[in-house]
């Protein structure tokens, strides 16, 4: 991953910055979906959630992989990536391996088949959405850096310490902040 200035696009991920505060984002991961000039939208990749997927949709298949929040909107919604491609019709490409969504019951029979390994989809409850000039609002405020993704990082299901392994993977600059406190008061 490189993040030499790059700018949010479909398909790039945000790395938050080590002192934010936001609840939601602080220390999180998120792959951009989709980003134009109606706005932006991504799933955090390292919030995991206790609910198990069967838990949150009725009659969904046995399936082992984690849920992850993937953001404060939609928060009653299922979202998913994945590495299916034109296996899943309907589905939308992020980027080059990479795709969301799709057809949910061509999803459910995969799954009941053995056909979909566990680092083949990531399962998400919300999003994280920005209006137009939100996230540029917030790439002026140095919330974010933005880096190029690598699809076995992304769809890596061992998320923890993905935060830190990330920002290390960009090189020495960004290698000592992900050593930073998560209260710099506590240092």
């Known amino acids: 991953m490189t993040s030499k200035k790059i700018l949010p696009s479909k ?8 002192f934010m505060k936001d609840p939601y984002f602080k220390r999180s991961v998120v792959i951009l979906a989709d980003h134009n000039e109606q706005g932006s939208f991504g799933f955090m990749l390292n919030k995991t959630i206790e609910l198990k997927i069967a ?5 969904f298949p046995e399936y082992k992989g984690e849920l992850y929040l993937g953001g404060p909107v939609a928060s009653d919604q ?25 057809d949910f019951k061509k999803l459910t029979t995969l799954i009941k088949n053995g056909s979909v390994k566990q680092d083949a989809i990531r399962f998400f409850i919300g999003y994280a959405g920005w209006d137009p000039e939100q996230l540029k609002s917030e790439m002026k405020e140095k919330s974010w850096i933005v880096a190029e ?3 076995d990082v992304i769809m890596n299901p061992n998320t923890t310490g993905l935060w830190p392994k990330v920002l290390k993977s960009l090189g020495s600059d960004y290698a000592m ?11």
């Not at 838990?55 to 009659?59: F, K, M, P, S």
């Not at 299922?78 to 980027?95: A, M, Q, R, V």
């Open 78 to 102: 299922l979202f998913y990536i994945h590495t299916l491609g034109e296996g899943l019709p309907k589905s939308i490409e992020i980027t080059k391996g990479l795709w969301w969504g799709g």
């Open 11 to 18: 398909g790039k991920i945000l790395i938050a910055e080590p």
């Open 149 to 151: 993704p690598k699809l």
């Open 177 to 187: 902040m992900a050593n930073y406190p998560v209260d710099p008061q506590l240092n």
């Open 55 to 59: 838990d949150a949709v009725t009659g």
